[in-house]
């Protein structure tokens, strides 16, 4: 891919996140913020290939070291936003354990 | 000299057939994009979010596999058990963390991301023959040189000013701001410093593999902006400087996106990059403040300096938790304003079930949340949700604030500035322009509040203190709203 598609990528990526955040609920700003946190973490797949090729072993190591961060990311990331959003509920929902609405 | 154009023709295609990959994979990496865009759009209502963080978990995976069989491994039980090693400890943190510490949870996460991107960046810069950016003549491409000192520097600002925002946070820290004399001079030069010398490290000569020291200079000068960015910026900014770093991990991991030409970095770099910005412009304009105002740092420390002596003792009333059981029980309809000191108080439990002995006595109970209470966005509805405060009973600024004129009491529990008047009327205010609640149109205001000492953030007094209507509940947050509970249970 030459710099231009790339670039066109990231402006239109950069749109779609303008309309996509701001339809996103204040009540859940906290979540968006962790879950945002956790996906940015994509930058594992820079730290694995550094770490995959032979050749520098002071790159493998620094892409190493990358991988554990980001994974305490991904997982943990994930993990807490999961556990917030499990905690929103919704009226007259009482104690006993009905699914039915 | 002549073959210059030439030769710069021949690099980009020897980088171009480096990143000449497989369709297939390509696709993989759009698709896990996709998903990660479908996990953004999941968050527009509780009820789809949990599906959305699905989504963004299945993009993630399919990112990591793409990624691991896609490349010829040499490492790969290095390599897992390096993902083994971060998984587990991210994942006991996610389950252990409080609520409450949440703010200081995130900040801590965003140094990570950016640290992660550091590394990146580095390892990049050592061996760019295994990421494609290495040019025919050894040296890395000029474009991808760039790239990689952006994305490093831009992730060495995240770490360091994440660092210095979980401290704060966490309290390890003084929240106040913290003030170097003329830092704004070191803070513009400092960044002048690191874009000249990032335009220097592009189109130096010196373009091997791990050559050129330029690169370690402007991290370190990247390193000490983020510090000196966030150390005068005092806690109740915080919201905005946490949505801020949230933006930077994303733009980290965008420009590692180019040099690594991988879509899947770049379109949720972008989707970060400006989920962070839009929350800071949110926050800024909940507190009626440029964001440059707030970046520059320092406000409140000026003004409680000044607020606190010219203070005069006037007349307040103040109140039992008795009396005020008596009076929630009297009302039809009660609004809560929680703050960031029923975080402190971590009173959110003892709140939920004040308010289902209300709802017991047919009260209508409601939660009313400015956008910039407590420590990050969203941060009070996280707390009464951990509660069990269901969320339809929560309102947004704009959804309620015509409806004090109607309501019999409105409840302050840790919160200050956001319902001083002074925003409303007096200019010479700090806080003039930011929109407040109209707490004083309710028939009765209760406002739980330490002693009478302290004021809030902006060091402004509050009017609402010394109304005729108001009761003041001067406890902890905690055992006063306890106390209420039992006069109202008994």
């Given amino acids: 891919m030459d710099f231009i598609s790339i670039l066109s990528i990231f402006v239109m990526a950069c749109f779609v996140g303008y309309y996509v955040v701001w339809s996103v609920t204040p009540a859940l700003h906290t979540p968006l913020m962790a879950v945002t946190n956790a996906i940015s973490s994509v930058i594992i797949v820079g730290a694995l290939i550094a770490s995959a090729e032979a050749g520098s072993p002071a790159a493998k190591w620094l892409g190493l070291g990358a991988v554990v961060l980001a994974s305490v990311n991904i997982f943990g990331g994930f993990a807490v936003t999961e556990r917030m959003l499990a905690m929103y509920r919704k009226k007259d929902r009482p104690a006993a354990k009905g699914p039915r609405t | ?490």
């Avoid at chain 2, 897992?80 to 400890?89: E, T, V």
């Avoid at chain 2, 991290?219 to 933006?247: K, R, T």
Wanted: glycine share 10%.
């Fill in chain 2, 1 to 490: 000299m002549m073959l210059a154009p030439e030769n710069t023709v021949d690099l980009s295609l020897a980088a171009d057939a480096a990143h000449a990959v497989n369709p297939w994979v390509a696709l993989a990496y759009l698709a896990a994009g996709v998903l990660f865009i479908l996990a953004l759009r999941g968050l527009s209502s509780p009820a789809t979010s949990r599906r959305g963080n699905r989504y963004g978990m299945a993009g993630m995976a399919i990112a990591v596999i793409t990624t691991l069989v896609t490349h010829s491994i040499a490492s790969l039980p290095e390599i897992l058990a390096a993902i083994a090693i971060g998984g587990a400890i991210g994942f006991v943190i996610a389950r252990r963390i409080a609520m409450t510490a949440m703010p200081q949870l995130v900040a801590a996460f965003h140094s990570l991301v950016g640290l992660a991107a550091v590394l990146v960046a580095a390892a990049a810069f050592l061996n760019p023959a295994a990421f494609g950016i290495l040019g025919l003549d050894g040296n890395i491409l000029p474009v991808s040189r760039l790239e990689l000192m952006l994305g490093a520097a831009i992730g060495a600002i995240t770490f360091s000013g994440s660092v210095i925002a979980f401290l704060k946070l966490n309290g390890s820290l003084s929240g106040a701001a913290i003030l170097l004399p003329a830092r704004h001079w070191i803070n513009l030069g400092t960044l002048a410093g690191i874009l000249v010398l990032t335009v220097m490290f592009t189109h130096s000569p010196v373009g091997g593999p791990g050559e050129n020291p330029l690169f370690w200079v402007v991290l370190g000068l990247a390193f000490a902006i983020g510090f000196l960015l966030i150390i005068p910026i005092g806690g109740a900014d915080m919201p905005v400087v946490v949505s801020m770093l949230n933006s930077y991990s994303g733009w980290a991991a965008a420009a590692m996106g180019f040099t690594l030409h991988n879509t899947a970095m770049i379109i949720t770099g972008a989707l970060v990059g400006s989920s962070g910005a839009i929350l800071s412009y949110i926050m800024c304009r909940a507190m009626n403040r440029s964001f440059l105002s707030v970046i520059a740092g320092g406000f409140g420390a000026e003004a409680s300096s000044s607020g606190g002596e010219a203070r005069e003792q006037r007349a307040y009333k103040q109140g039992s938790a008795d009396d005020a059981a008596f009076m929630l029980k009297q009302a039809e309809s009660v609004i809560i304003i929680p703050g960031y000191g029923m975080a402190v108080a971590q009173a959110q439990h003892a709140l939920r079930e004040m308010g289902d002995l209300l709802k017991e006595e047919g009260v209508s109970v409601r939660y009313a949340i400015h956008p910039v209470a407590g420590r990050m966005p969203g941060h009070m509805n996280v707390l009464l949700a951990e509660a069990n405060v269901p969320y339809d009973d929560v309102f947004e600024l704009e959804d309620i604030n015509s409806q004090f004129a109607q309501a019999d009491v409105a409840f302050i529990i840790g919160a200050n500035d956001v319902v001083n008047p002074a925003a409303k009327t007096d200019k010479g205010s700090p806080i003039y322009g930011m929109p407040v609640f109209d707490v004083d149109k309710a028939k009765t205001v209760m406002f739980i509040k330490r002693s009478m000492g302290g004021v809030g953030y902006a060091g402004v007094d509050n009017d609402v203190f010394y109304m005729d209507q108001t009761m003041m509940l001067l406890a902890d947050a905690k055992k006063m709203v306890e106390e209420i509970n039992k006069a109202l249970s008994a």
